[in-house]
């Protein structure tokens, strides 16, 4: 939290870090999960496990408007829009077992390492994109509120 005056402002309140926080969230799962399917690469009869992504432009839309906003144009947005209430998606992420697309190996194992690794891959460089878009905003508030109460 960051001290604004004498009142305190808790950063997940707002869009964009609460945003920004649960596609980490999301991302973190989708790291443990991909771990889990590089550790059972050997195991007979293992499936990989995938993680479907919580869709979180629809659970802004659904939710109701914090605060109205005054128009002074026709052209303005009309309305701020809160985040999913105590922070929770609507739709959470949940971890699956896909039917396997490729052919499965002697034992059963259905999972293909070199397919995880890009999955890995991918899912840290989001989660390092998450944290610099975090990182921006926060600095960006801090400048803001250091111009304002400075």
Known sequence: MKKMGNKRMDLNNLTVF???KQNMDYLSLKEKVI???I???STPNYLAKDVTKPSFLDNLKEN???????KTNPKHLGELKSVAKNNQLKN?????????SDALTIDGNGVILEDQMNKASKA???YKR???IYNSYKKMLSTANTKING
């Open 18 to 20: 609460n945003m920004a």
């Open 35 to 37: 771990a889990g399917n």
């Open 39 to 41: 550790a059972n690469a």
């Open 64 to 70: 109701k408007p914090l605060l109205e906003l005054n």
């Open 92 to 100: 959470m992420a949940v971890v699956y077992t896909p039917k396997p």
């Open 124 to 126: 840290s460089s989001e």
């Open 130 to 132: 998450m944290i610099t």
